[in-house]
């Protein structure tokens, strides 16, 4: 063996083994995961799971019984509607509470997801690859602009008490921290939502390939957007507020 | 002479044993340390976000909680008014639950201690909508519980947005080159030690981003502000492509 192939023999032979030895490491990592599941992160990680789903499902309890509720009460009230000099003063309260965004409504409309750039780097990516409060903002007010009559953030029915907020990396809706991907509903017409998205060149901007904020846009024949009372007590946010005709 | 040289040399496979198991071990460690960084990662992520959830979930309970016991009691009431004749007492908890409505939608006149911000353009200076835009999300998050810009009341449906040489409010034009006052409704604790100083702070980064010569804000506490209610024939009101579920 001469000297030139002796050198190569000795490279194969450090590279093959480091090659090994990485797979072996890895072995030895998923078998220390599979064996070890008593593990402190992944209990804290197991334990807490267990809590999302107990609250979960007591949401789901507190959901279904504030349904009960409400038409318990509409059955009540309309007791009265019968009577003709009350029929007007139901009719109104009916309007009311679906202006006020207190009611579930349906209709067509459009459904906008905003998520940030795919493997968002801090370092190299600009600042707009992350979707901010004011990116939600500014596409709810795009979309208020071209028509849209009821609007949802991430489930939560939009009022004239909606404050969007940043804390952080995340976004605060009604002092609720929510998490990307950030989904907009919104009931009204449907082209013209659709095209005041498509058209817009901050959004434009937005998708271009060095920014990458992952935008989806989709036209909902029929969709229905819950009251604001399914996610908050509304009571609490009229609470410093004094009729003028009663004063 | 062949011997000497055996002695100092390592035999072949002494030498590539060295290197195979030297390999093997920076492979491990390398393998190790990549495995032990992306799970540390990955489990501070997944904590966070699930703790994240926790709260948000717990939050939306108690007020839920809160809700369903208010009409708990609501409905205990109009059981009782039903089952004693009282037809009238129905009749006016109908009226008040539609006034509260009303005033959640902002479609009734309200007042109360808040904060007023003025807006003037100097000579030549076309106020841009997100400058009002800022100042209204500003004071939301703050917990003002109502806006009004201009005397327009801000209800969901409000757009702000400028169009040309105006600004359009519930679909009605204002002039970019005119004052916008803009009033809110806040919580009267924190009127001066918090949300007064921390509007000035807006406004101070405002002014250096725009200059000050270009825009004058002015920012006061108010012992009582009256927001006016929506106007009836404002496009808010236009509901027929909402169907309600019953």
Known sequence: MNMVSK???SIITVLLSVVFGLFFGNFLVQGRTLFRAKDSDAVAISDLRAELAVEKAKYEQLANRQQELEARKRTLLQVDSHDPSSERLYAAWKEYALLSGLTDVSGTGIRLTLDDKLNYNPVSDPIESVVHDTTVIYAMNLLWAAGARAMTLNGTRMTAVSNI??????????DVRLMPPY?????????????AVESDSWFARLRQKEIGVRITLSEEAMMTLPSFSKTHDFRSYMDLLIPVDES | MKEKKSANNPSKLTRYTTILVVGIIVGLVAALLMKTLNASAVSDKSYQDLQNSIIEYQRKNEELNNRNVHLYEYIR?????????????????IVEEKEQYAIFAGLRAVRNKGVSVTLTPMSGYKIQDIVIQQFVNELSALGAQAISINGERKVATTEIRANQDSIIINGVAYSRESPFDIKAIVPPSKIDTYIVPYLETVAGNLREQIGNDALAIAIRSESSVTIPALEEDRIAYQKELLIPVE
């Open chain 1, 165 to 174: 907020s940043c804390v952080g990396p995340t976004i605060l809706s009604y």
């Open chain 1, 183 to 195: 989904e907009i509903e919104a009931i009204g017409p449907a082209d013209s939502m659709k095209k």
């Open chain 1, 7 to 9: 050198r190569w023999y």
């Open chain 2, 77 to 93: 009431e109009l059981e009782d008014d039903l089952a004693s004749g009282k037809g009238g007492e129905s009749f006016l908890r």
